[in-house]
């Protein structure tokens, strides 16, 4: 019942927030003047089925495009007139009946502007990108959604603002504020905004054409972070709970190589006396037929505190290990999955969404002692472009700790971006969670969330 009125409560929401995105984004789309943009920019590309959650970043795609024709195009910018202008509204209402039977709900309307210029003198660029998340329903019992500020507040900020030195085209040097995605440092772009980052990083993308094996190699200090619903940045070790007056940043260091089907990878993130995290990943596919492929994936994280321990005061350490089995026929993904956590304190994930096998919508199944087994079945339709649904099972043990319970969580996700037409660069997203925790009392969790994004074409 309690679903049902989230949903209810949900659906004139986004059809008003579709409405009014769709009209004012496509008026602005015929009036703003932009820089011309490539075919390949603009061309619609079926995405291929992944069992990836919203927030994640798997190793093989951290620090740079997915392919490398996306990498060289925005190399071969030049100066003012290749300036790419990035225009996204968005539209988000999230509602979630909790354990303890109180609410957070909130419904929100904004997006971002932003752009970055192509290379000056064939050697340096910089960019900028303001967001902003405006309440349009949030009462102030019901915090807590992240689409808002503490306090049901909206907000405005600048997210980004650096410059880019082109090394060769295979290395570039960022310094500034923007966005990444490694495993445990990323955007985690699940609400109306994403983190970003104050850093220095270097990244690199080597071969992946031709045949040819691809090294993904990067890494940086990061100073500070903005987090999803926040218009200030803080020092990470703040960000990651270390008392008031402590202030680290973050090194990190890492590599991923691809071959084929086949890619391995390692990276490693250090705050001195806060914590020290490693996570490696390995991936291996093998083409059964046409249209039928199976993939396996392995997966580690090690955690542990590091130097003077002032994240918690006291020494700790903890990690996971999962495996993934996954098989592709046509647009169908059929995903299995396990994880396991030891050690002395559950996983940490403070500058991230989880990397975890079995993290989906509102668990991430990483608490110390605890199993979790994962099944996925998805669907990409051939009939209407773009369209896709999934559906999924976790099912988790009783942790270590005698005060926490296990739990089970059903998702449910239908997702359409439109690739052509009168609303080309629409996004409709539905997704529906209900987690089951056992314990003295048997008590649930209903997450609703209803997402609309425009991205305006030719911009």
Partial sequence: ????????????????????????????????AAPPASV???????????????????????????????????TRRKAWQDTKWDVQARTFYLGRDK????????????????????????????????????????????????????????????????????????????LGRRGIDTPYIN?????????TFQAITLQGLYGGDEGRPEWRVGGGYFDEIKERNSDEFVSMAQDAGAPD??????????????????????????????????????????????????????QY??????????????????????????????????????????????????????PGYTSVQVEDFNRDGEDAWLLRAGYTFQTIKGASVYALYVDGSDPQSPTEYAKDEYDFNFQWAIGDGFLQGLLIRLRYAHVRQEGPVESDLDDVRLMVFYDPPKL
């Fill in 187 to 195: 955007r985690n772009d699940a609400r109306m905004t994403p983190n």
């Fill in 301 to 354: 994280s090690d955690q542990s505190s590091a130097g003077d321990d002032l994240l918690r005061g006291t020494d700790f350490s903890s990690d996971q290990w999962g495996a993934k089995a996954e098989l592709g026929y046509g647009g169908a993904l059929f995903t299995a999955a396990y994880t396991r956590a030891g050690g002395d304190t559950n996983m940490q994930n403070p500058w991230s969404g989880y």
């Fill in 99 to 174: 354990y303890d039977n109180t609410e957070s709900e909130a419904w929100a309307l904004g997006g971002s502007v932003g752009f970055k210029t192509g290379y000056f003198r064939e050697r340096f660029a910089f960019g900028a990108t303001g967001y902003t998340s405006q309440k349009l329903y949030g009462p102030e019992d019901k915090d807590g959604t992240l689409l808002l500020k503490p306090g049901q507040e909206g907000y405005t900020v600048l997210g980004e603002v650096y410059g880019e030195f082109l090394i060769n085209d295979d290395t570039r040097l960022s």
């Fill in 245 to 298: 007056g402590v202030e680290r940043g973050v090194y990190a260091l890492g590599a991923n190589f691809k071959k084929g089907a086949f890619s391995v990878g390692a990276i490693g993130y250090y705050s001195d006396d806060i914590i020290q995290i490693f996570y490696t990943e390995a991936r291996y596919g093998i083409p059964l037929a046409e249209k039928l492929k199976l993939q396996f994936a392995l």
């Fill in 1 to 32: 019942m309690e679903a049902y009125r989230l949903v209810a409560r949900a659906a004139p929401m986004a059809t008003c927030g579709l409405l009014s995105i769709a009209l004012a984004c496509s008026a602005h789309a015929q009036t703003q």
């Fill in 40 to 74: 390949e920019d603009d061309e619609y590309v079926e995405a291929e089925p992944s069992s990836t959650e919203q927030g994640q970043t798997p190793l093989d795609e951290a620090f740079a495009p997915r392919d490398r024709a996306a990498w060289i195009r925005e």
